[in-house]
């Protein structure tokens, strides 16, 4: 449905939708951070534990060594941030890096999901639950499950929870999402943050659905282009029960905008019914600038400008991401 009509949700609430649904395979407990790596000879997995630096390339000499003849000898390298983040960078390569089929200009904060190309090798970078550092594992932590597109925001989020005690599963993937939302799972996350732009066309569909399976759990959306989110289409949201539907952090000096995040984060809290500790929320704005001052996070360009349409449930069949076009190969040097 698109247009002016209304959200039909009382008339179809009791179609079945989760035989509809195809699941992921079951996903074992959270790893350490890790790069998977895959090339012409194989795939391998590295850890990203024990130290503040990986270099990568075709010399003998790096941490990480590709036979690629597309690498330079020392191509790149990935450092830590603040002991708990990672950052690519290219070493002005001779062919460069593409992070997600862009290319790297400048360092760039990986998050979960990210594929690094060089050459013909990709490398995959994953990591689990991120949960506040020194947290008894006694006691239950209240958990979100996020889905951002842009590293900035996500990192923002996750620094904010992370400072009150919440872990984090901080996702790019529909396919990635569906692992940590299956019916039978004891240890369901207490709240949604969504990313309007990740899902574009299928987002109504996806909150209905979740609407369906979890009637308790919170649903945030956030946002950050306003001008393809039209009154309509916010009104189908409301239909669905979420109204909470932020805006984007702006994050540029963070610390000048103390009373409009903390309103934004004090709102989400409230959800979970958590509170706001007003000292460790300004300590935890001032890290995020020195983060972000430090290092330039690339955001993904929204993919879709047009506003999603409301979801016709007889159509919900999976929310699996269907294959990609790969992007434009640029054309390689090969480095002697």
Same mark, same amino acid.
């Given at each position: 449905?698109?247009?002016?009509?209304?959200? &039909?949700?009382?008339?179809?609430?009791?179609?079945?939708?989760?035989?509809?649904?195809?699941?992921?395979?079951?996903?074992?407990?959270?790893?350490?951070?890790?790069?998977?790596?895959?090339?012409?000879?194989?795939?391998?997995?590295?850890?990203?534990?024990?130290?503040?630096?990986?270099?990568?390339?075709?010399?003998?000499?790096?941490?990480?060594?590709?036979?690629?003849?597309?690498?330079?000898?020392?191509?790149?390298?990935?450092?830590?941030?603040?002991?708990?983040?990672?950052?690519?960078?290219?070493?002005?390569?001779?062919?460069?890096?593409?992070?997600?089929?862009?290319?790297?200009?400048?360092?760039?904060?990986?998050?979960?999901?990210?594929?690094?190309?060089?050459?013909?090798?990709?490398?995959?970078?994953? &990591?689990?639950?991120?949960?506040?550092?020194?947290?008894?594992?006694?006691?239950?932590?209240?958990?979100?499950?996020?889905?951002?597109?842009?590293?900035?925001?996500?990192?923002?989020?996750?620094?904010?929870?992370?400072?009150?005690?919440?872990?984090?599963?901080?996702?790019?993937?529909?396919?990635?999402?569906?692992?940590?939302?299956?019916?039978?799972?004891?240890?369901?996350?207490?709240?949604?943050?969504?990313?309007?732009?990740?899902?574009?066309?299928?987002?109504?569909?996806?909150?209905?659905?979740? &609407?369906?399976?979890?009637?308790?759990?919170?649903?945030?959306?956030?946002? &950050?282009?306003?001008?393809?989110?039209?009154?309509?289409?916010?009104?189908?949201?409301?239909?669905?029960?979420?109204?909470?539907?932020?805006?984007?952090?702006?994050?540029?000096?963070?610390?000048?905008?103390?009373?409009?995040?903390?309103?934004?984060?004090?709102?989400?809290?409230?959800?979970?019914?958590?509170?706001?500790?007003?000292?460790?929320?300004?300590?935890?704005?001032?890290?995020?600038?020195?983060?972000?001052?430090?290092?330039?996070?690339?955001?993904?360009?929204?993919?879709?400008?047009?506003?999603?349409?409301?979801?016709?449930?007889?159509?919900?069949?999976?929310?699996?991401?269907?294959?990609?076009?790969?992007?434009?190969?640029?054309?390689?040097?090969?480095?002697?």
């Amino acid at each position: 449905m698109s247009g002016g009509g209304s959200l &039909r949700v009382t008339l179809r609430a009791s179609v079945p939708l989760t035989p509809h649904i195809r699941y992921p395979p079951p996903v074992t407990p959270p790893d350490p951070p890790k790069l998977i790596i895959r090339s012409d000879t194989g795939t391998q997995q590295i850890q990203l534990v024990d130290q503040p630096l990986w270099t990568v390339g075709r010399s003998q000499m790096n941490s990480i060594c590709l036979s690629d003849p597309c690498a330079s000898r020392h191509h790149a390298k990935i450092e830590t941030v603040f002991d708990r983040h990672f950052c690519y960078v290219d070493l002005q390569s001779r062919n460069g890096s593409m992070i997600n089929g862009h290319p790297v200009i400048t360092p760039t904060l990986l998050q979960n999901g990210d594929r690094i190309t060089i050459g013909s090798t990709e490398i995959l970078f994953r &990591r689990g639950i991120v949960t506040q550092a020194g947290n008894d594992t006694h006691q239950p932590q209240k958990q979100i499950l996020t889905l951002q597109g842009a590293a900035t925001q996500g990192i923002i989020w996750q620094e904010l929870f992370l400072s009150h005690g919440i872990s984090v599963i901080w996702e790019t993937g529909e396919t990635e999402l569906l692992h940590h939302l299956r019916p039978q799972n004891a240890n369901l996350p207490n709240l949604l943050l969504l990313d309007t732009e990740v899902f574009q066309q299928r987002l109504l569909e996806f909150c209905f659905w979740c &609407r369906q399976q979890f009637p308790r759990m919170q649903i945030v959306l956030t946002y &950050r282009e306003t001008p393809h989110l039209s009154l309509d289409w916010q009104k189908q949201v409301a239909a669905l029960g979420i109204s909470c539907f932020l805006p984007a952090f702006d994050h540029h000096h963070l610390s000048t905008q103390t009373q409009v995040i903390q309103g934004r984060f004090n709102a989400v809290l409230q959800l979970i019914s958590s509170s706001l500790n007003p000292e460790t929320f300004h300590t935890t704005l001032k890290t995020l600038d020195q983060l972000l001052n430090q290092l330039s996070a690339v955001d993904k360009p929204a993919a879709d400008p047009n506003p999603p349409s409301a979801p016709d449930p007889d159509e919900i069949t999976s929310f699996l991401k269907m294959p990609s076009s790969p992007p434009p190969q640029r054309r390689q040097k090969h480095n002697n």
